[in-house]
């Protein structure tokens, strides 16, 4: 049975995903790995607030981590596009454990000292291995048909916004049994191990995708089906970017709306609304046949999660809210995996890595940012004012990359029939 067979099947299907030789023992180390980026983070904060006593130190602790993981992923990335998974990624991963292991011993000491936990923070940051990214291009390599990996990419996001879910809820039972530190070192046990199965997966060792998808590229520039690298994979940094400019305020901007209707008790139903929107959108656009260009398709869904978080703002009454949030939810997964797809078909097979990672770096850094500023907004305008402002980045930059342009519409041209 060949690689590719379920790719032949007229209706893709998730099922056909898994089919695929080695997807679901590859697909599955990296989301054992990769959990441990939904426990480390609250782990950490946790930790440290336990062994100073100060918020204002863990919240510096956690910036210092957030900014040199989020800065250098593209730089973490490319080294893995150059030396391969293989080589690359397990000195990071053990560099990675090492350092939340000494984390975990440090902040479980007496009193330890900020600048200890600061450099130790920044260091574990520098060398997080780029798990997500590497797993999207293992998909990509494995699967030639774009209307399979589609839904392969569908599948990942939804399992990724999920482990962000369900990474805080093992945090929350550690924490009943053990001291939080101990959620450190299981994040370091997770990372470790996960990265260690993936990197032994037959496919990743013996990079017999990477031949395929090397074939299916050439294929595809002799065909025209391969877009401009440089404004494709623009383009979805552009749009991954605004898009965390829109999650990233929203989080405190939900907050700030709850405590002016005297209804704090809605804030995780609302982030949980939003979870729950963005699983159902990203199951959707894997099961339903779409017949878009993959750039047109991102414009188009980033335009729907910024004009429904936008008229969020408007909303009379906190439920109504979190009705608005579930509705922007479902365009949330969609947008994210179309922006990476649209990076991995613009770029070449040696650098599909670092193109995903800077979709990824463009979202994450958009959302530190907008909470930054949308701490300076609240209080100052009009809560509604500061929905629109914080919504106002993804609706522009989608209405700018849906106007002609002869990459844009090369794209159309060249796209496959569902893409």
């Known amino acids: 049975m060949s690689a590719t067979s379920p ?3 007229p209706a893709p299907t998730y099922a056909a995903v898994l089919r695929i030789p080695h997807v679901r023992r590859t697909f599955g180390a990296a989301l054992l790995g990769r959990l441990s980026n939904g426990t480390a983070p609250l782990s950490l904060l946790l930790s440290v607030k336990t062994s100073t006593g100060s918020y204002a130190a863990a919240g510096t602790v956690m910036a210092v981590w957030g900014l040199t993981a989020v800065l250098l992923s593209p730089a973490r990335a490319a080294l893995v596009d150059r030396l391969g998974p293989r080589r690359a990624l397990p000195p990071l991963a053990l560099g990675y454990a090492l350092l939340l ?3 975990a011993v440090a902040a479980a000491g007496t009193a330890p000292p900020l600048l200890t936990l600061m450099a130790l923070a920044g ?16 998909l990509s390599a494995m699967i030639p048909d774009r209307d399979l990996l589609r839904r392969a990419y569908s599948l990942d996001t939804v399992a990724e916004e999920l482990l962000f879910v ?4 093992l945090v929350g039972l550690l924490t009943g049994y053990a001291p939080a530190a101990a959620g450190l070192a299981v994040s370091a046990g997770l990372v470790l191990t996960g990265t ?3 990197v032994t997966s037959p496919v990743v060792r013996g990079g017999a995708g990477r031949k395929r998808a090397d074939a299916s590229e050439a294929s595809g520039a002799e065909t025209g089906t391969a877009i401009p690298a440089r404004t494709g994979v623009v383009r979805a940094v552009a749009v991954a970017a605004s898009m965390g400019v829109c999650l990233g305020a929203f989080d405190l901007l939900v907050i700030a709306f709850a405590d002016a209707h005297h209804r704090p008790g809605v804030v995780p139903w609302a982030m949980s609304a939003l979870s729950a929107g963005s699983a159902v959108g990203g199951l959707a656009l894997g099961a339903v046949d779409v017949r878009i260009p993959t750039a ?11 004009a429904v978080l936008a008229a969020a703002g408007l909303s009379p009454h906190p439920y109504v809210l979190v009705g608005c949030v579930a509705l922007g939810g479902l365009f949330l997964a969609p947008a994210l995996t179309s922006a990476y797809l649209l990076a991995d078909e613009s770029a070449g097979p040696g650098r599909r890595t670092q193109a995903g990672a800077w979709v990824n770096t463009a979202f994450n850094a958009g959302g530190t940012a907008a909470t930054a500023g949308a701490g300076l907004l609240v209080g100052r305008l009009p809560l509604a004012l500061c929905f629109a402002l914080a ?16 990459s844009a519409a090369g ?3 060249g796209a496959e029939p569902g893409e």
């Not at 369900?166 to 809820?169: D, I, K, Q, R």
């Not at 047109?296 to 910024?306: D, P």
């Not at 209405?399 to 002869?406: C, N, Q, Y």
Request: proline share 12%; glycine share 8%.
């Open 123 to 138: 260091a574990a940051g520098a060398v997080t291995p780029p798990l997500g990214p590497v797993m999207r291009a293992q």
């Open 296 to 306: 047109v398709r991102l414009s188009l869904l980033t335009l729907g999660l910024g």
């Open 196 to 198: 260690l199965a993936l």
């Open 411 to 413: 794209n159309a041209v």
């Open 166 to 169: 369900s990474g805080p809820l």
């Open 7 to 9: 790719a032949l099947s």
């Open 391 to 406: 919504a106002l980045p993804a609706v522009v930059t989608a209405v700018v990359t849906l106007l002609p342009a002869p």
């Open 101 to 103: 292991t000494a984390l």
